[in-house]
Nanobody
Framework: QVYLEQSGGGRVQAGDSLRLTCVAFQRTMSRYSMGWFRQVPGGDRELLATISGDGSRPYYADSVKGRFTISRDISRDATENTIFLQMDSLKLEDTAVYYC???????????WGQGVKVTVSP
């Protein structure tokens, strides 16, 4: 069972930056794509950014392109596979619960972190 542990949410002001972290404690995670999503109350989970298993192919939704950056790091012993979401120039509309996800032997994202809340205030 893969477990994704998130950290880094919080309250910031518009224009500030914030970095989210998601760690997967699983040696085989480098085989799988991972990504970041967000969800507002009553809304669908929105795809923000994804990255391939080797970290070479990032993808961004138009809503965050140019402001958010996804990256990936693998520990030397390959037991920790971490993705980051660097969020710059945050806007009020970026307020949401942010989730990391992994695509484990599936065409859809099927493993999720616990979610962290990001609140952007004026």
């Amino acid at each position: 069972q893969v477990y994704l542990e998130q950290s880094g949410g919080g309250r910031v002001q518009a224009g500030d930056s914030l970095r989210l972290t998601c760690v997967a404690f699983q040696r085989t995670m480098s085989r799988y794509s991972m990504g970041w999503f967000r969800q507002v109350p009553g809304g669908d989970r929105e795809l923000l950014a994804t990255i391939s298993g080797d970290g070479s192919r990032p993808y961004y939704a138009d809503s965050v392109k140019g402001r958010f950056t996804i990256s990936r790091d693998i520990s030397r012993d390959a037991t920790e596979n971490t993705i980051f979401l660097q969020m710059d120039s945050l806007k009020l509309e970026d307020t949401a619960v942010y989730y990391c996800g992994a695509q484990i032997n599936s065409v859809t994202y099927n493993v999720w972190g616990q979610g962290v809340k990001v609140t952007v205030s004026p």
